[in-house]
């Protein structure tokens, strides 16, 4: 059998630090008095870190912060140095311990000062202290992990810088987008650029645009974003634009096609990844009224528990929708639902479709599960011939009145 299949790999575990300094010692290129101003930095360090820490008073503190420092040197020598032992061999030589000690800090220092997120004065997740205190024990990086971390956090930069362009086009003040995601910024600017618009949307405006997009999507059977639309943006936000065009083409234009999902529902989806500029209740009526514009006509702003009922029962029925009913009308369904049943599904239908995004669910448990099966149960009881029970139900659910009579003009007296 050949040798080569009775090979054993060895795995060096020890620090780099530790690595360097054996392979310095067994070059020659370091000697004893190296070595023992390497321990005097050292002991020196361990005091200071167990301070900032801790105590310098406890062991388990000092023999903490001598690992802290181990790690600091080992990080900062293989981030400059990678697997060339004589360079590394060489600046731990040439330059004090402590110094290397602090580079691997500053490395930290700037892993930490960049953003976690895109999201703009995003609080840190974590103080700088307990972040050191954590990477340097707790949860170190390994290089490779610090490279990744830094990467991700560059691209973060990244795509900030990029909405700070962007958003100039929205004629957004950069203080105006704390706690707002950079992507979304880009995002809106996109799809403004795509219905030529030249103004940041509320979100009245921003559903007229889906509204608008949607019709023409839905008429031509595709949606696609022209590459001319980037053709101004700065060649280093250009990469980030046109990922984020594509996402806007992967992701949103399926929702546009879906011609079951009822605008509001899409809008509800799309308002957690596009920005708004601030608006006041005028607004927010505006918009409930264009997205709900069917649910708004039956119901003429009737939005009290009784009414909404009522053009449920009638939608139910099969009788022209309305939110009050005359005793008579009332009697007039009862015997129509008595002949011929109910139509359940037009009014889950019409909740699913047009009523407000915030209230359909509640609606949907409300008509489904508590008050159709009990409507059923009254007007559909064949042993209430006279209607006592289904009027009684109506009368306490719905909104019954008595018919007006009709006044009979004055008739003016002659002089």
Sequence with gaps: MSDQLHRVATVDKRPVFEKVLCYGVQQAMMDASHCQAIISDGAKGSVQVANHFGSSHLHTDLDNARKRIVYLVSLYLEYHFGHDLTQAAQ??????????????????????????????????????????????LKKPLSLAAYRKEHQRRQDNMAIMAAARWFAQEL???????????????????????????????????????????????????????PKTILDDVPLEHRAIADDIKHEIEKHDAPLLLNTTMALDAVLNIFESCYFFRESGLEDVDQFDGFVSKEWHQLTKGKEDPYSRLTLFMCLAAGVRPKTTLTESEAQAMVRRVHQHGFDEAVVSQLIKTSAPFEIKQDLLSMWEDEFFPEAQEYLLDDHDTECTHAMRFLRENCNIVKKSPVKKKAIRQGS
Excluded: Y
Aim: aromatic share 6%; proline share 3%.
């Design 91 to 136: 600046s731990l030589r040439d330059n004090s311990f402590l110094s290397h000690s602090r580079g691997g800090n500053d490395l930290l220092k700037q892993l930490h000062a960049m953003p976690e997120s895109t999201v703009f004065g995003d609080i840190k997740g974590q103080a700088l202290k307990e972040f050191q205190d954590e990477r340097t």
């Design 171 to 225: 004629a957004i003040p950069v203080s105006a987008l704390d706690f707002i995601a950079a992507d979304t910024v880009i995002r809106t600017t996109l799809l403004m650029r795509l219905v030529h618009e030249e103004e940041c949307p509320t979100r009245h405006i921003f559903a007229q645009w889906v509204d608008k997009l949607r019709t023409k999507v839905l008429a031509s059977g595709k949606f696609s974003i």
